[in-house]
């Protein structure tokens, strides 16, 4: 194989990774997708290359007990596959660039110190994005690296848009709304000329519904709104985030209820959402399955968020064009999207059945005057780009 640019995803729990070749006239190509799961608990590797098909299934060492563990699991890995080529760089998803990072960024120890004033602003995330960095530039000290971030899509909104309502001193010190999902946003809006022409410079919504879900209002392809905001938690129901509630029912857990900061951080970030409406599963196909009224009271509400927010986020764009749905929910299952665009109608969404349970690309009906579509996203490709563009390797190809 040729060099390749290795992309990185690191979680608290796992590594995802992806190997893509040395740009080609035709792009990036993809060689191979895996993750290391269960770090710190049963590690094992998997991964399959660019046509899905497995290429490795493993057990791990159980000494892979952290992000560095990973790191160095992965490189075993990689050599043993890849030894006779180089790597050209690697592009890491970061999920907080602050006010400061409006785009990818070449990193530095300077950078890698600003980026670590952010830990506080995404606590369960950018620990574990900034250690596989660190793992990196010991291990491959000569390798460029790219921090391309999941807010910095959402950097050209409006001032009213990004404020959050507090006094100045404490804006001042970041409080804010920065959005996140950026990069898979920036995806759906760079193939949106292709793939859906007649509204890439109109007023989009895309929902990204996945474990973590949220919306973008998208204007001329630029992202103007969106449903997450200061952290992680605000907008859509999601997996086990409850999405927008009562900053009162906050207040309430520590004063009424004396629960400790800790314990509230969990249980907003672990144990709400459809997990905690259904108290049976965060995972969506499980609940379409089941009969249990927990189960359908959780799915309906997930949709019925879901409706609401766009009805919000059209009148922040002032009309609507187009709906996309992407990530795992919005690419595979046709029943919420049928809901969503159902409880959507009163917008001129009208949906084909046959189309959208065929998972065309185009999901709605010739009359429907706002058109819905289904756009699979890419964020790692997407991070491949960044990083293939700011260290100049497409020129090198
Ligand atoms: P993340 O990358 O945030 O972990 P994904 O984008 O992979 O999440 O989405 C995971 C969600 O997608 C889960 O709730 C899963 O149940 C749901 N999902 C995947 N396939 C289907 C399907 N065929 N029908 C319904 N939900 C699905």
């Known amino acids: 194989m040729d060099d390749y640019a290795l992309v990185l995803n690191a979680g608290s729990s796992s590594l995802k990774f992806c190997v893509f070749q040395r740009p080609m006239a035709e ?9 290391i799961e269960g770090i710190g608990t049963s590690p094992r590797l998997s991964v399959k290359d660019g046509n899905g098909e497995i290429l490795t299934k493993q057990d791990l060492d159980a000494g892979v007990r952290d992000g560095r563990d990973a790191v160095d699991a992965l490189g075993t890995w990689l050599r043993s596959k890849y030894g006779g080529s180089r790597v050209l760089g690697v592009g890491h998803r970061v999920v907080h660039g602050g006010s400061r990072f409006k785009g990818p960024t070449i990193l530095d120890r300077q950078v890698l110190a600003e ?13 574990y994005n ?5 793992a990196v530039f010991e291990r491959l000290p ?31 010190a970041g409080l804010q709304r920065y ?7 920036e995806y759906i809006a760079s193939v949106l000329p ?25 204007k001329d392809g630029k992202s103007v709104d969106s449903t997450l905001g200061f952290t992680a938690l605000d907008g859509l129901c999601m997996g086990t985030r409850p999405g ?37 599963s965060n995972d969506m196909r499980d609940l379409l399955g089941r009969s249990e009224p927990e189960a359908r009271l959780a799915v309906d509400y997930f949709v019925y968020r ?15 064009d187009g709906l996309v749905f992407t990530a795992g929910i919005g690419e595979n299952s046709a029943e919420i999207r049928q809901r969503i665009c159902n409880a959507s109608a009163w917008l001129g969404i009208g949906v084909d059945e046959a189309a959208n349970s065929n998972g065309e690309a185009k999901i709605s009906t010739s009359l429907s005057t706002v058109s819905a579509w289904v756009i699979p996203t890419n964020e790692e490709l997407m991070i491949a780009r960044h990083t293939g563009s700011l260290l100049g390797l497409a020129k090198a190809a």
Not at 115 to 127: C, F, G, R, T
Not at 130 to 134: G, K, M, N, Q, Y
Not at 253 to 263: D, I, T
């Open 142 to 172: 000569g390798v460029p690296q790219v921090a391309c971030f999941d807010t910095s899509f959402h950097r050209g909104q409006s001032a009213v848009a990004e404020l959050i309502p507090l006094p100045l001193e404490l804006r001042q």
């Open 194 to 218: 292709q793939v859906a022409p007649e509204i890439a410079n109109g007023r989009v919504i895309v929902a990204h519904l996945g474990s973590g879900a949220s919306l973008c209002a998208l």
């Open 115 to 127: 980026l670590n004033e952010l830990v506080p602003l995404a606590p369960l995330h950018q620990p």
């Open 306 to 320: 879901a409706a609401k927010e766009i009805g919000a986020l059209t009148a922040a764009l002032g009309g609507l």
């Open 27 to 35: 792009g990036w190509r993809l060689e191979a997708r895996g993750q």
């Open 179 to 185: 959005g996140f999902h950026g990069l898979s946003y």
């Open 244 to 280: 927008a509630i009562d900053p009162g029912v906050v207040l309430h857990l520590f004063q009424g209820l004396n629960m400790s900061a800790k314990e509230v951080e969990t249980l907003l970030y672990k144990k709400s959402g459809l997990l905690g409406i259904s108290g049976i």
């Open 130 to 134: 900034l250690a596989a960095i660190e």
